[in-house]
Antibody, heavy 121, light 109 residues
């Protein structure tokens, strides 16, 4: 059974970097058929896809235009996980952050439980 | 503002059939398949329908999806109290190379 386990701080100060990790069990971050995504959800913005990383003989990343200048998603093959870094955060980045897999069906067939991240001093 | 438009709310009584619509421009729904996600209170979204009308294993056949042109619909028949949740449509944005979501519909049973 595939599971995604999220970890990371729930409080980040403005202008600092938000960092979250998603550990994968039952699948591989290096899978040639999966893609590993980050999505966030807030009352003001709804569900917002942030970006993804995936391996197809080499590593690829795609990022949402809204955060492209501030975001990095990295795979960690040694720990079978992937991470999200969002720089220069503001209170507008306060949201529940989810990691999710694009597997064999649908766009996002498996989700982590979510992490509420509050940006506040 | 979401690129896919859903009604903010829907309601029904137990046993009824309800439908939730999702509309978007031709660059989204017409060009790609539509997923539906169910989000129960306090939980992460869960894939409910994929490829317009396919159900993942374990999803009851009371849930069905359809797509026509630039619109898609989710139908729930034999409504049950446990169906009370938020429902989101989603599709692929070829230029963004990412998923785009509807604003969500809160279903009250």
């Amino acid at each position: 059974q595939v599971q995604l386990q999220q970890s990371g701080p729930g409080l980040v100060k403005p202008s600092q970097t938000l960092s979250l990790t998603c550990a994968i069990s039952g699948d591989s971050v290096s899978s040639n058929s999966a893609a590993w995504n980050w999505i966030r959800q807030s009352p003001s913005r709804g569900l917002e896809w942030l970006g993804r990383t995936y391996y197809r003989s080499k590593w690829y990343n795609d990022y949402a235009v809204s955060v492209k200048s501030r975001i990095t998603i990295n795979p960690d093959t040694s720990k079978n996980q992937f991470s999200l870094q969002l720089n220069s955060v503001t209170p507008e980045d306060t949201a529940v952050y989810y990691c999710a897999r694009k597997g064999d069906i649908g766009y996002l067939d498996l989700w982590g439980r979510g992490t509420l991240v509050t940006v506040s001093s | 503002q979401s690129v896919l438009t859903q009604p903010p709310s829907a309601s029904g009584t137990p046993g009824q059939r309800v439908t939730i619509s999702c509309s978007g421009s031709s660059s989204y729904i017409r060009s790609n398949t539509v997923d539906w996600y169910q989000q129960l209170p306090g939980t992460a979204p869960k894939l409910l329908i994929f490829s317009n009308n396919q159900r993942p294993s374990g999803v009851p056949d009371r849930f069905s999806g359809s797509k026509s042109g630039t619109s898609a619909s989710l139908a729930i028949s034999g409504l049950q109290s446990e169906d009370e949740a938020d429902y989101y449509c989603a599709t692929w944005d070829d230029s963004l190379k990412g998923v785009v979501f509807g604003g969500g519909t809160k279903l009250t049973v």
